[in-house]
């Protein structure tokens, strides 16, 4: 995968409907231009959930990780968290451990265009299917734009 190292063609990507909720690798300054503004409104874990993902996909999650929107399951209620959306992931076969350990360790940055559709998940407390908002979530080299 090519890494996108211009404004100009990420603004690019991000415009084509056909992108949404797709994953790009970005230079460092494309990622800081675009997480910075999500920066502000995050929610950063502490070490309790940090262990809790780390116990989950075997990395340390990073400094700055959080959620920056709200998500809660349709079926028990339950209001997610960074790592609640870590589990999900692993419990519908989204992603693998290890392919979320990536995000977290390594050289590159990654940017998922945001989209506001909602997608089917299991709740990792009441393992029901059900249908959440796409939450926005961060870490230090991955992040929602």
């Given at each position: 995968?090519?890494?996108?190292?211009?404004?100009?063609?990420?603004?690019?990507?991000?415009?084509?409907?056909?992108?949404?909720?797709?994953?790009?690798?970005?230079?460092?300054?494309?990622?800081?231009?675009?997480?910075?503004?999500?920066?502000?409104?995050?929610?950063?874990?502490?070490?309790?959930?940090?262990?809790?993902?780390?116990?989950?996909?075997?990395?340390?999650?990073?400094?700055g990780a959080g959620t920056t929107r709200d998500a809660t399951c349709e079926?028990?209620?339950?209001?997610?968290?960074?790592?609640?959306?870590?589990?999900?992931?692993?419990?519908?076969?989204?992603?693998?451990?290890?392919?979320?350990?990536?995000f977290f360790q390594g050289n590159d940055y990654w940017l998922t265009v945001?989209?506001?559709?909602?997608?089917?998940?299991?709740?990792?407390?009441?393992?029901?299917?059900?249908?959440?908002?796409?939450?926005?979530?961060?870490?230090?080299?991955?992040?929602?734009?």
């Amino acid at each position: 995968m090519k890494k996108v190292d211009s404004f100009t063609a990420f603004e690019k990507i991000r415009s084509d409907p056909n992108n949404a909720g797709r994953t790009f690798s970005v230079s460092k300054d494309i990622f800081d231009h675009f997480s910075e503004k999500l920066r502000q409104s995050t929610r950063e874990i502490g070490a309790k959930e940090a262990s809790e993902i780390e116990d989950l996909i075997g990395a340390d999650p990073g400094k700055g990780a959080g959620t920056t929107r709200d998500a809660t399951c349709e079926k028990c209620n339950t209001a997610f968290s960074l790592s609640d959306h870590v589990a999900s992931a692993l419990l519908a076969g989204k992603h693998t451990a290890p392919e979320m350990a990536s995000f977290f360790q390594g050289n590159d940055y990654w940017l998922t265009v945001d989209t506001k559709e909602k997608r089917e998940t299991i709740c990792p407390h009441c393992y029901r299917r059900g249908v959440i908002i796409h939450c926005c979530y961060i870490f230090s080299r991955y992040a929602y734009a």
